[in-house]
């Protein structure tokens, strides 16, 4: 997504996330990694669990994969992916935001000097590799990453995809910081969109997975940890990361996953609010928010906080008692903490404060909250709504399912 870059270089730029399961259904546990961790997780994953020993441990159903996860504030999700034969591994974003596979060369980072930060794709290795003629650019927030499209076995979460088209990246240096720092969690992007959103028309994963069959069903969820070991389930749900039923809306535009957003409410610190049986609340003292710019909003897990129009966002952070500081919201969290609600199809999503802070700083507390009057003026539901709500993507309905995400009772 156009913007989505842009919200994860600023949070990077301020630093200064197995088991048996049904044939077809692939369980990818996303796995929180901490920063002082980094470099002894990074290599215990290229040198001690190789994709063979991991599928031996799991069985002969080849349905789960365990992927390590650089989530700094929990700003980004990734898992381990393989391309190639035999397998490279590659750290990619799962992106719902976009529709292609992207992974970078190993020739590529070594000119920029990016190989101590990332894993890249080296086409001399792999005995199934096939060149192609089209050229791949393919532009974020923060700038843009070229290269060319070419064709070459990919396994996700043990899940082979044979002669799946992507682009092989050699110049990353658009996005920036966000890739080119040593913070950076991620190698490639593999996107969970749909066909609309495809560069030049190139077929994603999931469509490869759908028109193969190689799904129970035609669905994707996430589950995303705070401060926990988050998880993708390609082909089904794990009823053991939501609570109670599945709210559907459907998918207005295959452009994104994209939904009607009824109204924003905010309850602000002093406020009162009573609770319904729904998802969120009904707040008695709540203001609602004028929706001027759109009525829509694209839910993006490539996305890290929450992003909508300038104006919007101003009169949401005003009301939430935050203050502007370069471009972020701060708020002062020593006291009561406001809450925020998007209403979707008539029911409320409610965050609570602490659900929207990304970051503490003795009584300061970052909020997951950005203005963007870029390419679309949609409001974006990141990771910090994600966190908060199970969510099943419904590839083949075209619609999107929403649950209260269950997290495990923590002893103090």
């Not at 089209?134 to 044979?162: A, R, T, W």
């Not at 913070?183 to 495809?198: E, I, K, R, Y």
Request: proline content about 3%; aromatic content about 8%; glycine content about 10%.
């Amino acid at each position: 997504m156009a913007f989505k870059a842009a919200s994860l270089l600023v949070l990077l730029a301020l630093a200064v996330k197995a088991e048996d399961v049904d044939e077809d259904m692939i369980r990818v546990p996303l796995k929180k990694e901490r920063r002082d961790l980094h470099q002894q997780a990074r290599s215990a994953e290229l040198s001690a669990a190789t994709w063979e020993e991991r599928e031996a441990a799991l069985g002969s159903s080849g349905g789960t994969a365990q992927l390590t996860l650089r989530n700094q504030l929990n700003a980004q999700y990734a898992g381990v992916i393989e391309v190639g034969t035999p397998g490279q591994q590659i750290k990619v974003l799962f992106d719902t935001g976009s529709s292609n596979l992207w992974v970078p060369t190993s020739i590529g980072l070594q000119s920029h000097r990016l190989l101590g930060y990332h894993q890249g794709f080296s086409s001399k290795k792999s005995s199934t590799f096939q060149d192609g003629a089209l050229n791949f650019h393919f532009v974020y927030g923060s700038g843009g990453v070229s290269g060319k499209f070419c064709s070459d076995d990919v396994s996700i979460g043990g899940l082979k995809i044979s002669n799946f088209s992507f682009a092989q990246v050699d110049d990353v240096r658009g996005l920036g910081t966000m890739y080119t720092s040593a913070l950076s969690v991620f190698d490639g992007v593999l996107g969970l969109g749909f066909a609309d959103l495809a560069h030049r028309g190139v077929p994603s994963a999931m469509q490869a997975l759908v028109a193969g069959r190689r799904l129970k069903e035609p669905v994707f969820s996430f589950f995303l940890g705070d401060e926990e070991d988050g998880q993708l389930v390609l082909g089904g749900v794990d009823d053991r990361h939501f609570e109670g039923k599945f709210h559907f809306v459907p998918v207005v535009s295959t452009a994104y996953w994209q939904i009607l957003l009824d109204n924003i409410k905010v309850v602000p610190a002093d406020g009162t609010a009573g609770q319904n049986s729904g998802t969120g609340t009904n707040a008695t003292t709540a203001q609602t928010v004028q929706l001027a710019k759109t009525q829509h909003a694209v839910v993006d897990s490539g996305t890290s906080m929450l992003v909508g129009p300038k104006a919007e966002v101003h009169a949401v952070a005003t009301l939430l008692g935050a203050t502007a500081f370069d471009h972020l919201w701060v708020l002062d969290c020593s006291g009561s903490l406001p809450r925020l609600t998007f209403v979707i199809d008539g029911k409320d999503y409610e965050l609570t404060g602490e659900d929207l802070i990304m970051e503490r700083q003795g009584n300061l507390c970052l909020l997951g909250l950005q203005a963007n009057d870029g390419f679309t003026p949609h409001w974006v539901l990141g990771n910090v709504f994600m966190r908060k709500f199970y969510v099943q993507f419904d590839y083949g309905q075209r619609r999107i399912g929403f649950a209260k995400a269950s997290r495990p009772v923590r002893l103090v």
